[in-house]
C-alpha cells in the first residue's frame, strides 16, 4: 500500500521511543522488502533517518528521498493512501480514498501487509492480472502489486473478512461476485454483509463488488475468446462461445448479467417468476437481437428452459487464467482494451492495484 508519513510526526515526536521506532521500522523494511510504498516530505524523511531506525529502513528513506520528484509523480496515479498521524489522533477514512493510521497502532501491531480475499486462490490471481493490465493501461512503471491472496471459500469470505477486521494484523481487500441477473438487482446476502462491515470503517480494509454477476462476467470476452480457441480440442465449447459472441454482439450489457457458468434461460424473460425488473431487462435484451428473436423456437411457454445464452461451463476462469499465464502481459492487454467489458475489467484493477501498491524489492 501506499503509506505516507505525516510531517506533523516531526514536531510531535523529535526523538521516537523504542516502540514508535519499531513501528517506522516495520513500514521502512515492508518497502525495503517490496510488499509496501512510501512518501514523505524531505524534513520527514532526514527526521526518520536520524532516529533508531535500521541500516536497511534508512536506506529506505534515503532513496524516497533522492526519487522525491518521481514519487510525487507517481503518487498522483493513486486514489487510495494510507498517513500515519501522531498517536492523539483515531483511525479515520474520509471516502475520498484517505486512511489516517495513528501511529500508536502500529507500535502495537506493526501491520507490513495487505491481504486480497477472495472466493479461491485463484480468482486472487486473476485479479492481481486484472491490476497488471490497469497498470499498463495508464501507463505507470516503477510500482508494482503485491497483495497476499486468501481464498475464503463462498459464503465463508464474510467471516475470513470479519476475522481479519478483528485481529488487525493485515490490511484487507475483499472482493466477491454479487450473483446479480440484472443491473438493479440487489447483491448477494455475503457481497451485503462484507460490505456493511467494510464501511464501519474500523480498520484499514474494504469490499468491492465484482460490478457484474460474477468473475466470469468481467473476463476480457477477447482473451475468454483466445483462451477458448486455444484449446483445440473443444469443438462443442467454440460453438457454444460463437452463439455467445453473436448473440450479445449489439449488447454488451447482458454479457455482464447472464450467467456463463450456467447458461441463461429464456424462462429468465417471464413474468412467471414474479420479478418485473428481471423479466423487462431480458425482454428488452431480446427484442434488441437481430434478426428478431421472439422465442425459443421450440414451442415453450413461459417457464422456457431452452438457452437464451449458452453456457461456456464451470472452468471458463481456469481457462483464461491458463492462457493468460502463457502469455505476455502486452499481449494480454492488446486484446483486453477491445473488449466490449474491458471497463468493468479496469474499474476492478484500479481498485486491486491501488490496495497492493508497493516499489520493487531494494537491492542489497
Not at 541500516?55 to 493512501?81: I, M, P, T
Not at 501511529?103 to 491481504?115: A, D, F, G
Request: net charge negative.
Amino acid at each position: 500500500m501506499w503509506l505516507e508519513v505525516d510531517e506533523s510526526l516531526v514536531d510531535l515526536y523529535p526523538i521516537l521511543n523504542e516502540s514508535q521506532c519499531a513501528g517506522l521500522e516495520a513500514i521502512a523494511l515492508s518497502v525495503f522488502h517490496g510488499k509496501n510504498s512510501l512518501f514523505a516530505k524531505k524534513r520527514t524523511l532526514d527526521w526518520m533517518m536520524n532516529q533508531e531506525l535500521s541500516s536497511a529502513a534508512k536506506s529506505v528513506c534515503l532513496r524516497v528521498k533522492n526519487r522525491l520528484s518521481e514519487y510525487s509523480s507517481l503518487r498522483d496515479f493513486l486514489v487510495l493512501k494510507i498517513l500515519i498521524v501522531g498517536s492523539n489522533r483515531i483511525l479515520h477514512y474520509d471516502d475520498e480514498g484517505f486512511w489516517e493510521l495513528p501511529l500508536r497502532i502500529l507500535e502495537e501491531n506493526p501491520v507490513v501487509t495487505c491481504s486480497l480475499l477472495t472466493e479461491n486462490l485463484s480468482d486472487a490471481d486473476i485479479y492481481l492480472i486484472a491490476a497488471e493490465h490497469y497498470k499498463k493501461h495508464i501507463k505507470l512503471n516503477g510500482l508494482i502489486t503485491n497483495l497476499t491472496p486468501f481464498g475464503g471459500g463462498g459464503n465463508q469470505i464474510y467471516p475470513a473478512f470479519k476475522r481479519f477486521i478483528d485481529r488487525k494484523e493485515s490490511f484487507c481487500f475483499s472482493i466477491t461476485d454479487t450473483d446479480r441477473d440484472y443491473p438493479t438487482a440487489e447483491s448477494n446476502e455475503t457481497s451485503k454483509n462484507c460490505r456493511s462491515l467494510a464501511e464501519e470503517r474500523i480498520w484499514v480494509a474494504d469490499h468491492l463488488d465484482v460490478p457484474a454477476r460474477e468473475l466470469e462476467n468481467i473476463l476480457p470476452i477477447n482473451l475468454v475468446e483466445d483462451a477458448i480457441f486455444d484449446d483445440r480440442g473443444s469443438v462443442d465449447l467454440h460453438e457454444r462461445f460463437e452463439k455467445i459472441k453473436s448473440r450479445i454482439a449489439d449488447q454488451p450489457m447482458a454479457l455482464l448479467f447472464c450467467d456463463l457458468k450456467m447458461g441463461t434461460k429464456f424462462a429468465w424473460a417471464s413474468t412467471h417468476h414474479g420479478n418485473q425488473e428481471k423479466a423487462r431487462f431480458w425482454r428488452e435484451f431480446i427484442n434488441s437481437i437481430n434478426p428478431p428473436l421472439h422465442n425459443c423456437g421450440n414451442g415453450c411457454e413461459n417457464d422456457c428452459e431452452c438457452f437464451l445464452i449458452e453456457s461456456l461451463g464451470e472452468k471458463v476462469a481456469e481457462k483464461f487464467l491458463d492462457f493468460c499465464k502463457k502469455n505476455s502481459i502486452q499481449k494480454q492487454y492488446e486484446r483486453m482494451k477491445t473488449s466490449a467489458n474491458s471497463d468493468k475489467w479496469l474499474e476492478v484493477g484500479k481498485a486491486v492495484f491501488n490496495w497492493g501498491v508497493a516499489t520493487p524489492r531494494s537491492r542489497s
